[in-house]
């Protein structure tokens, strides 16, 4: 029964198939096709094409929707970017790159019935939340798109739509809480996952502007005094509540396939996420989903 999928579950099964989605930013298929239309750099590149579903929007749009970039580097390619190209042709580049990329990571298993069943399943899961877009902008926008009939890039497709349905409710999470999207990624940094400096640099953050938000976190109680970045009890507390919350909201859509559905979904795509990270098209990242 639906009722039965927790969120430890519906976590779990979008970490086995998020390399699937996360490896669009990052494959040099997209990147290529991004600067063969004229967008300059990464960022362009990535503003453009994860904003193309809303149309050629202002920057305030992305920045807000977005949450934890710098608005400095937001507004350096947004809306600059759609005198450059419009919004649909963006949109297709991206859908081309993903399907190349991933066929260069899946090779001949990009057309076998594994793939096919597992778009089956995960987009059960995604359309399941199509009557749920309240507050998840993201996913609203990116669920009005056409739907692709290919079973590798359905997959892809609704990968895209369970990440930013989850990312929607994560910036609720947050929000509920007070944290700000450069706050976000200092707590996030306090985890260990990944190194302060590398969030910092990523999302375009002065160090000052760095150095700030860590102060205010320090002053709220939720690091400890000091030049690390240290989870005070407070601030851990704070981190598992947003996160325990995230999986909360994530269920509409993976509660809509049921425990058998979302066990065999994460047995799918394992596999295909391995391939990915084998490919070498999530930098930083070396371990495969276990």
């Not at 086995?16 to 298929?29: N, S």
């Not at 149309?55 to 970017?81: E, Q």
């Not at 990624?185 to 400096?197: F, K, N, Q, R």
């Not at 502007?209 to 970045?229: F, K, M, S, T, Y």
Request: hydrophobic share 45%.
């Amino acid at each position: 029964m639906a009722d039965h999928v927790d969120g430890a579950l519906a976590r779990e099964t979008w970490r086995l198939a998020e390399p699937l989605h996360g490896m669009i930013y990052f494959a040099a298929e997209a990147l290529d096709r991004y600067t063969a239309l004229g967008l300059r750099g990464m960022h362009m590149g990535y503003f453009a094409s994860r904003g193309a579903a809303f149309g050629p929007v202002g920057a305030d749009v992305v920045i807000s929707t977005f949450y934890n970039f710098s608005p400095k580097v937001v507004a350096r390619a947004i809306p600059d970017a759609w005198a450059f190209a419009d919004p649909t042709t963006i949109i297709a580049a991206r859908r081309a790159g993903a399907e190349a990329a991933l066929r260069r990571a899946l090779g001949p298993v990009a057309d076998g019935p594994e793939v096919a069943e597992a778009a089956e399943l995960a987009g059960r899961a995604a359309r399941a939340a199509f009557d749920k877009t309240e507050g998840r902008p993201l996913f609203a926008a990116h669920a009005a798109l056409d739907w692709p009939d290919e079973p590798l890039l359905s997959l892809w497709h609704a990968q895209t739509l369970l990440r930013e349905f989850r990312g929607d409710g994560h910036i609720a999470a947050l929000m509920i809480e007070g944290v700000s999207g450069i706050e976000a990624l200092i707590m996030h940094s306090a985890t260990g996952a990944v190194p302060a400096e590398t969030l910092r640099t990523m999302r375009a953050w002065s160090e000052e502007e760095w150095a700030a938000a860590v102060a205010g976190l320090q002053e709220r109680g939720l690091l400890e005094p000091g030049d690390d970045i240290v989870f005070s009890e407070t601030g851990r507390a704070q981190r598992q509540w947003v996160e325990d919350k995230t999986d909360e909201l994530s269920l509409p859509t993976y509660g809509a396939i049921g425990v058998d559905g979302c066990t065999r979904l994460g047995e799918l795509v394992r596999p295909f996420s391995r391939a990915v990270v084998a490919a070498g098209m999530l930098p930083g990242r070396t371990n495969p989903p276990n």
